[in-house]
């Protein structure tokens, strides 16, 4: 089956800098890759999400982009504020064989004010 | 997306007992999903809940610990039975398919936080 890893655990940064979290994948038919933040207490909230035929994605100031031959995608976060202060999970899914998705084991992302 | 709801938010039990939590949609969807999320680990996909058939389990979890309903379109149970301690954790339902979504896109419930003494 599919194993994702996720990099890395923890991580803080001062606000209006750069976050990057990454995560890699070992089953090559996974061709959708959505990340999810989770704030405390509450259900994972969809945040972006790319499929394979693309390389990159952009939501303001979110991007996520997937690597294929190398089997990795990253989440990066610019001008970072203390609202993003979050769990975030990348996970993997094949859109042939069903919706399971397969989760990373979740950044604590720090930003500091 | 879709507003989802789940019952109760939180509960502590004891143990041998059994727990339902519901899950409800504000809209119908193709597939509903339960996921568990130990403390301070990541989200593990339990079953899938397909109205009209059988829930789908995955390795590890069987239907006579974890049995799931799924009346209708909107709406899905999931039971911890005969729960011990090892219980303890996030319940998460999740929706996805038809209804508007893009496919395999999934949104989560705010979750069922669930002790067990």
């Known amino acids: 089956g599919e194993n994702v890893e996720q990099h890395p655990s923890t991580l803080s940064v001062q606000e209006g800098d750069s976050a990057v979290i990454k995560c890699t994948y070992s089953?090559?038919?996974?061709?959708?890759f959505p990340w999810y933040k989770q704030e405390l207490g509450k259900g994972p909230q969809l945040i972006i999400d790319i499929r394979s035929n693309v390389g990159e994605k952009k939501d303001q100031r979110i991007a996520v982009t997937l690597n294929k031959t190398a089997k990795h995608f990253s989440l990066h976060i610019t001008e970072t504020q203390p609202e993003d202060s979050a769990v975030y999970f990348c996970a993997a899914g094949d859109t042939n064989t069903g919706n399971q998705f397969y989760f990373g084991t979740g950044t604590s992302l720090t930003v500091i004010p | 997306s879709a507003v989802i709801s789940q019952k109760p938010s939180r509960d502590i039990c004891q143990r041998g007992t059994s727990l339902t939590i519901q899950c409800q949609v504000d809209?119908?969807?193709?597939?509903m999903f339960w996921y568990r999320q130990q403390p301070g680990q990541s989200l593990t996909l339990i079953a899938t809940?397909?109205?009209?058939?059988?829930?789908?389990?995955e390795s590890g979890f069987v239907i006579d610990k974890f049995p799931i309903s799924r009346p209708n379109l909107t709406f899905s149970t999931l039971t911890v039975s005969n729960m011990s301690p090892e219980d303890s954790s996030i319940y998460l339902c999740?929706?996805?398919?038809?209804?508007?979504?893009?496919?395999?896109?999934?949104?989560f419930g705010p979750g069922t936080r669930l002790t067990v003494l």
């Open positions: 089953d090559s038919a996974s061709n959708y």
């Open positions: 999740s929706v996805g398919g038809a209804g508007g979504f893009a496919y395999n896109e999934q949104f």
């Open positions: 809940a397909n109205q009209g058939s059988e829930a789908t389990y």
């Open positions: 809209s119908q969807v193709t597939m």
